[in-house]
């Protein structure tokens, strides 16, 4: 088993026997599952903006090559600088030579999953910077030292005391009871960095080919702040991000929204498209958007499973996963987690590495039906499954599956075996669980089904006989 | 630094795609002709519907919105919101309906569409500014730097007040993108889509109102 394996099957293991933390989850996320069914129902015909939606990011993906040629050149129309970044350490690399250019000392960060997956502040924070989470629970994870618990909610499995312990001992703030008064501290402390900050780092939801434009959708108000106050902008953008044409957004917008937050619309939604123009008065000197690839290109060289690409990272997916909800966001190990985790992680970073991810599944398919851009999920988490041993076959599980196959295949063998295992019943009964059963990996959280005291054959048989 | 990666990620995008993959996400979609009507929440027809759907939405937002007959009226609300919230300065910019009002308050003001200390503007109990339209079908105000005095003011003081005249409703975001295009020739480098006061749920997913941005909101809208 990989070293990343045996993490997951321990942390699942102790979160799932955790009754507080399920607990926990599933409180914050019944609100959830309320007030998305109530936005759901304003739509004229939800099913049909899926179709929409999905249809406009199949349209990116598979023309990606054209639509990121002209979302470069219409940014850089207007003075963005665009980098192309193959891994994150060139993404990384760049972001901090251009700080170095600028004389950057101190960098306020807004959102980025992007930015979360390459690293991106450990490798600044490296190079002498001062970075600092300006989204209230990225704050909160960063001041304790943990990654993202959730790709939207972050701080979810932290209650209002886990918090409040965090801001007495990190930033010495008096004690506070209400989630109110902790997001007043923050907001306090956070004000002070945006205007000391020479630097604004964010991510992006969407960006537009036909206009130019970099899309960001918040709740807080942290990305606006931190895309305008700064002098210098560097935007991190995955090249999957990018969508035809404006009026697409007018449809992915909403959707977002009601399905990563269960809103009609998040707080702010901003189109960047520039570094301030002539005539602004504020808005960033300069403005860079780095384009990352980081092998989103080798899961689009899949052509079965190029549609998880189509990711606009709500979280919808992991809201409704009976996996998700027993193990929680940690134990994945993964910067996305949930289902599209565990689909897109083993493209990201290995399939041997990562292919447990997938046999954590309980293939319900409730992930690939909430999914508002149609992404094949539950398939893709079989596919994956099928792709791990087609590379690299488990040696024992094959006798052992050619063995079963020619058992089942024998009904003479099979009337013979059916009596001896009601004879050995009460042995496996005894030793359920425990070292010495040979089927323990599988006993020791499965209940065992009674052997039935007749087979279907013998009843036949016996009410044939009856009359 | 020199940026070789731009042909080897275009060269490696080219070959993944020369392997074409199943359209079956097209299938059940709308050809063109459709508008976002036929799917996202309904939107009426007549202004006065409009603007009704704007003041629900905008009560599920907790934004709150204020009627004016005219621009005189608007100017008497703004100057109770002064005198009931004890503002002693205000940030905001040159536009036609609110000029008057803004001056009338008798405030110091930070004017954010010529140069100005951020510094200054933080200080500022409210934020005045006009904006680009609104959004009946989401209660979203949409803000240009040439409609709303830049890319700050509608974000950084605590209280944002939008004058907007009722002629500036529409229905949706297509709306408002067309819009955008026709007042600016195109769409400028920053738009932003604001819909309800500042909030975050990041704490037990209860919601704050005032994570970063202005902890209210308040629309006056100017009927004639």
Known sequence: MSSESVQFHRDADRLTHDLRHRAWIQKALGGYYVKRDEQKAKYTDWQQARATAAAAKYEAVNHLDKYLVELSDKLAARGTKVFWAADGAEAAEYIASVARDAGVKRIIKSKTMTGEEIHLPQALEKAGLEVVESDLGEFIVQLRGEPPYHIVFPSMHLTRGEIDETFQKKLGSAHADTPEELTMIARDVMRQKYCQADMGISGANFAVAETGHISITENEGNARLSTSLPKVLVSIVGIEKVVPKLDDLATLLPMLATAGAAQNMTCYNTLLGGPRQPGETDGPLEFHVVLLDNRRTALLADPEQRDALHCIRCGACLNVCPIFKNIGGHSYGTTYQGPIGSVITPHLRGLQSWKHLSFSSSLCGACGETCPVKIDLHHHLLQNRRNAIAQKPVWWEMPIFAGFAWFMRRPALYRFAAPMLRLFEPVMRAIRGMDIDPASMWTRTRDLPPVPQQSFKEYWRARHAKR | ?224
């Open chain 2, 1 to 224: 630094m020199p940026n070789d990666s731009r042909e080897k990620i275009l060269r490696r995008i080219r070959e993944a795609l020369s392997v074409k993959a199943p359209a079956r996400h097209l299938v059940g979609a709308h050809q063109s002709g459709h508008s976002p009507q036929d799917w996202l929440p309904p939107v009426p027809s007549s202004r006065a519907d409009l603007i009704a759907l704007f003041e629900k939405n905008s009560a599920d937002l907790k934004t709150e919105v204020r009627r004016c007959a005219d621009a005189a009226a608007a100017a008497t609300v703004l100057a109770s919101l002064a005198r009931d919230n004890g503002w002693k300065s205000v940030g905001s910019h040159r536009f036609s309906l609110g000029n008057d009002a803004v001056s009338a308050l008798g405030l110091p003001v930070v004017f954010t569409d010529a140069p100005y200390e951020t510094a200054s503007l933080e200080r500022c109990d409210a934020g005045i500014s006009g904006c680009e339209c609104l959004v009946a079908q989401t209660g979203g105000i949409l803000v240009t730097s040439a409609s709303a005095g830049g890319r700050v003011l509608s974000v950084l003081p605590p209280h944002h007040v939008v004058i907007a005249s009722a002629s500036q409703m529409v229905g949706d975001l297509a709306d408002a993108f067309a819009l955008l295009r026709k007042t600016e020739g195109s769409v400028p480098a920053f738009a932003s889509f604001i819909t309800g006061p500042s909030r975050t749920g990041d704490i037990e997913r209860i919601l704050v109102l005032g994570a970063h941005g202005p902890k209210r909101l308040t629309v006056l809208l100017v009927e004639s």
